[in-house]
């Protein structure tokens, strides 16, 4: 057997399912409730989408890539015969002009923020993104905007037949998971629009990630580091480094936000062991130092070394492919403690400004203001974005124009899943001081069937309820914890004096997302109207009392958080106009 067919095998069978598992009580439910793919797939979107819900094997190969932690290499070499099966080259995405950006905590928002600031030099963009949050042509975008379901239609089914005709039977896995799907799909459509760049965004570490086969990005982005993905990245920050520096290059610049100061060695060494010039980030205070005040579209203080890296990625890039006009630099400073050279100080030019104003990235420090009800909606899902999440939300509260009379009534949402500690999130939100806190799963309806775009074949719906009712039961114990402080312990953090409420703060678990907007809006936000609700909704005592209050409550505060899935079921039903 040939060396090349040896890696195809034994690569592919790192994103497979093993056939002995698919008996097991999990693995079989999951495929007792997959929508078949067609026999002879026709070209509408929901049928490739339903299709590509079949590749759904991110669980089975986050376990598989675990275990081969040692051989990244392995990981990659399958993804580049799985490009070759589609018809590509390495070397031909060296043509797409890659900006490649990891990190923990806000390398999304640093994605749309470089993105947007290229535009506005009047660049045809490309970018891919992971998760959606309403529909999957979400993560690959052309020019700002998701391609359209007739794109993603017409490229989903020219990839997935080409890879169907090129499967060799003898191995166990014929076809990529449904990241390694997507980013496949990615960037055929991206040499097939001729864009003039494509912004990249890591999926999961760096290393080991399915985008890390770009050989020759133009620059590279690492934003705020964390504590995420321990099982495959490692439980400590320096080990998530050492993973997040796995993109750098030889030769290719990279900029890095301040980090603390263990990870921030590691980038340094990891970056001088693979000869890549990496460079700290200046605050944005300093960018602003001297000229106007830049207004950033995305809301939060931690938004701020998001939009001060990818000014410098942005810049960095134009001045790769010989742009004149990117900023007139500033005076001079030193280098940061002797660890890293400090990226330029330089004057933002009037296309950057504009991009930073006009970006837009939904879900994330996201406010919708409909009556008397204002969603707060932040996919925070780390202990570092949820501390920056709870920043937001109690600036935002204190910004606030308060009702002439009435009370205020403030509702939490909340789910997380993976591997995620949620009872540390939980502990993060408590000095919010929530009137009521509300789980559910990420399901927009208890059935999913009709909505391709959100369904996930990988959990169940009895692990799902589980998992929020362990949430519930953190929540409950906070609260005891909180009753009972011990003696002479620290006061409790509070947002603001608060006048004394008739209930206690309350808990509930709805089976979906539909169910428990119900609740919570009271069929007073003008948008969000379903038919009237089962009257199971008020079957607890504490849905039935709690409804008079937010009945009458003069406003509502909902905060939305712990998962990007949460957010984009919610997006869904609050803003109808993102499904069409």
């Not at 990891?102 to 928002?109: L, N, R, V």
């Not at 990249?200 to 080991?208: D, L, N, Q």
């Not at 990245?233 to 936000?257: H, N, R, S, Y």
Request: glycine share 8%; proline share 7%.
């Amino acid at each position: 057997m040939s060396r090349a067919r040896c890696h195809l095998r034994a690569a592919l069978f790192l994103a497979a399912v093993s056939s002995r598992g698919a008996t097991t009580g999990v693995a079989a439910r999951r495929v007792l409730s997959a929508w078949p793919a067609p026999q002879e797939p026709g070209m509408e979107y929901q049928d490739a989408v339903r299709t590509l819900n079949t590749l759904q094997t991110n669980a089975n190969y986050l376990e598989q890539v675990k275990r081969q932690r040692g051989d990244p290499q392995t990981q990659l070499e399958a993804m580049r015969l799985y490009l070759a099966r589609s018809g590509l080259q390495v070397e031909d995405l060296d043509q797409l002009n890659i900006i490649h950006i990891t990190g923990t905590k806000g390398k999304g928002s640093t994605c749309a923020f470089t993105e947007r600031i290229l535009r506005s030099y009047g660049l045809k963009t490309g970018f891919f993104s992971s998760p959606h949050l309403v529909q999957v042509r979400e993560r690959i975008r052309i020019n700002g905007q998701p391609i359209s379901p007739e794109l993603f239609t017409k490229h989903f089914w020219r990839l997935y037949h080409r890879l169907e005709e090129t499967k060799d039977d003898s191995s166990c896995v014929s076809m990529p998971g449904y990241f390694r799907f997507l980013t496949l799909m990615a960037f055929h459509v991206f040499l097939q629009e001729k864009v003039d760049l494509a912004v990249m965004e890591v999926g999961i570490g760096g290393a080991y990630d399915c985008t890390n086969i770009v050989k020759k990005p133009v620059v590279c982005g690492v934003s705020s580091l964390g504590i995420d993905h321990t099982g495959l990245l490692g439980d400590t920050m320096e080990k998530i480094a050492w993973q997040k520096g796995g993109i750098f290059k030889c030769g290719v610049p990279a900029f890095t936000v301040l980090q603390p100061d263990g990870p921030l060695a590691v980038l340094r060494d990891r970056a001088q062991q693979i000869s890549c010039p990496l460079y700290l980030c200046p605050p944005l205070e300093a960018l602003e130092e001297g000229g106007p005040l830049l207004t950033l579209g995305l809301e939060g203080e931690h938004q701020q070394s998001n939009a001060a890296l990818a000014l410098q990625l942005a810049r960095c890039w134009l001045q790769q492919k010989g742009y004149q006009d990117t900023g007139e630099l500033k005076a001079s400073r030193p280098s940061l403690l002797g660890q890293l050279p400090l990226a330029p100080v330089f004057q933002p030019t009037s296309h950057m400004q504009r991009g930073l104003r006009d970006t837009e990235w939904p879900g994330r420090t996201q406010l919708l203001r409909r009556g008397p009800l204002t969603w707060y909606l932040d996919g925070a899902h780390t202990t570092s974005s949820m501390q920056a999440c709870v920043r937001w939300f109690r600036q935002a509260l204190h910004s606030r124009e308060r009702p002439g009379g009435g009370s205020e009534v403030r509702v939490l949402l909340f789910n997380s899943t993976g591997d995620r500690d949620s009872a540390a999130l939980l502990k993060l939100l408590q000095p919010c001081q929530f009137d009521y806190t509300i789980f559910c799963p990420n399901l927009t309806e208890v059935s999913s069937t009709d909505n391709a775009d959100q369904q996930n074949f990988t959990v169940t719906l009895d692990q799902v309820l589980l998992r929020c009712l362990a949430h519930q039961q953190h929540w409950s114990r906070l609260h005891e914890d909180q009753a009972s402080p011990e003696p002479g312990g620290p006061a409790p953090l509070l947002l603001a004096p608060r006048p004394a409420h008739t209930h206690t703060t309350s808990s509930l678990v709805f089976s979906c997302i539909s169910h428990a907007l119900q609740w919570i809006s009271q069929g007073r936000d003008p948008v969000f109207q379903p038919p009237s609700p089962p009257r199971v909704l008020f079957a607890h005592p504490v849905a039935g009392s709690g409804a008079i209050v937010l009945q009458e409550a003069a406003a509502i505060h909902v905060l939305v958080t712990g998962s990007l899935h949460l957010v984009g079921g919610v997006l869904k039903l609050l803003e109808p106009s993102l499904s069409q």
